[in-house]
């Protein structure tokens, strides 16, 4: 990788361009994939999922609150989405992601989650993080797994779209097992860039990707819908989701003041196998150990 790291999100109109911007910025858009008015009427569909969660006064692990800038909390996605809205599940299973998620990750893949975000004015954001953070269970090499984004309506600036920072996925720039954020200067300011979608474009994440989303502090939702893929058979699904249920029992605990379940361990890198001769473990995480460390915070070399 470059010792400059990428400063743009590049946008493709091949497949070889695909694979470029996922290796190169860990992020890359393709423009109108899907149609915008089906993305419209998938994202009422899913909208109306929200509304009908919410109805519930549920603390369900599928939904996930947030807190909202006029008080109190909000559900702000459903996951996995296709529980809810059925409307989704074309999209989500739509076979060029398939095949794009096979291209860039060299291999045969298959979903392991799918969530809705739909970001409705004044709803909190997300802090910078890498999704490999959240996704130990699945003792799988960062880029043995893909995150698509479909914009299912305009993603602004004053909406809350989602900022990364292409060419910092190099490295991982946190605790290794560990379930964190970022912690701040570790990637400066001017190295996030917005992902500014329109309906029907899609996005590909790095799973070293760092990015975050802001609050949505405009006048309409940004709806998305992300599906993820990671290399291997079926049961990536059941094994993702059961560790992800206890985390989202937790959060939901601690959001809604209610007793929903067990908590998640701090770590979840004991549920791999161990050892430089084990193929299941994330070698990479032993080589972060050892020889890769955050990047320098600015000020401090």
Not at 8 to 20: F, G, L, M, Q, R
Not at 59 to 65: E, G, M, P, S, T
Not at 234 to 255: F, K
Request: charged share 20%; net charge negative; proline share 9%.
């Amino acid at each position: 990788m470059s010792g400059s790291p990428a400063t743009e999100v590049p946008v493709a109109t091949s497949d070889a361009e695909v694979v470029a911007g996922w290796r190169d910025a860990g992020v890359v858009i393709l423009r109108s994939v899907f149609d915008a008015q089906r993305c419209a009427a998938v994202a009422q569909a899913c909208e109306a999922a929200v509304d009908a969660a919410a109805a519930t006064d549920s603390a369900d692990w599928r939904f996930r609150y947030k807190r909202a800038s006029y008080g109190g909390v909000v559900v702000d996605r459903l996951d996995p989405i296709r529980d809810f809205a059925p409307q989704a599940v074309p999209l989500l299973d739509d076979g060029r992601l398939v095949a794009l998620a096979s291209l860039v990750v060299g291999a045969p893949v298959s979903m392991y989650k799918d969530k809705y975000i739909s970001k409705r004015p004044g709803t909190g954001g997300y802090g910078l993080h890498q999704d490999i953070a959240y996704t130990w269970q699945l003792c799988l090499e960062p880029d043995q797994l893909v995150q698509f984004q479909i914009a299912l309506g305009p993603h602004r600036a004053d909406n809350g779209a989602v900022e990364v920072a292409p060419g910092w996925h190099d490295r991982l720039l946190s605790a290794p097992g560990a379930e964190e954020s970022i912690e701040p200067g570790v990637v400066p300011e001017e190295a996030l860039q917005p992902l500014l979608l329109d309906a029907g474009d899609v996005a590909l994440l790095h799973y070293l990707a760092p990015h975050r989303s802001p609050a949505n502090t405009g006048d309409r939702a940004r709806p998305l819908l992300a599906p993820s893929f990671a290399q291997g058979g079926p049961d990536v699904w059941d094994r993702y989701y059961a560790g992800y249920q206890r985390r989202a029992e937790s959060e939901t605990a601690d959001l809604l003041g209610r007793s929903v379940g067990g908590g998640v361990p701090q770590s979840q890198l004991g549920d791999c196998p161990d050892g430089p001769d084990t193929p299941a473990t994330p070698r990479w995480v032993h080589a972060r150990r050892t020889a890769l460390t955050p990047r320098p915070r600015p000020g401090h070399r």
